[in-house]
Nanobody
Framework: QVQLVESGGGLVQPGGSVTLSCAAS????????IGWFRQAPGKEREGVSC????????YAADSVKGRFTISRDLEKKTVYLQMKSLTFGDTGIYYC?????????????????WGQGTQVTVST
């Protein structure tokens, strides 16, 4: 059964760090583009970062580049999103999903097998 399960979210202070995990089952992450998305209250789900089949990474340039790092462990079938220097604007539910094709992941188009999401709250 194909499934993606996110974990690692929580309450973080501004300037803090957190690492999210997206654990896959039923398929190998090296055969799909895996994307991280976030949805803030009242806003549409937006792409944050993704890693392609060959390991190339893409980041939403304006909001997260330089602060977030995506990586994967093929043996563990897990994709990680390391987030540093967090700001209030990073608050939201973070989801992972998969897409067969490579390329940028600024929108949810083509992505499926969504996980249930993990909440990240940046607050004092």
């Amino acid at each position: 059964q194909v499934q993606l399960v996110e974990s690692g979210g929580g309450l973080v202070q501004p300037g803090g760090s957190v690492t999210l995990s997206c654990a896959a089952s039923g398929f190998g992450v090296e055969y799909w583009t895996i994307g991280w998305f976030r949805q803030a209250p009242g806003k549409e789900r937006e792409g944050v970062s993704c890693i392609s089949k060959n390991g190339d990474s893409w980041y939403a340039a304006d909001s997260v580049k330089g602060r977030f790092t995506i990586s994967r462990d093929l043996e563990k079938k897990t994709v990680y999103l390391q987030m540093k220097s967090l700001t209030f604007g990073d608050t939201g539910i973070y989801y992972c999903a998969r897409r067969f094709h490579d390329g940028a992941c600024s929108t949810v188009d083509g992505f499926g097998s969504w996980g249930q999401g993990t909440q990240v709250t940046v607050s004092t």
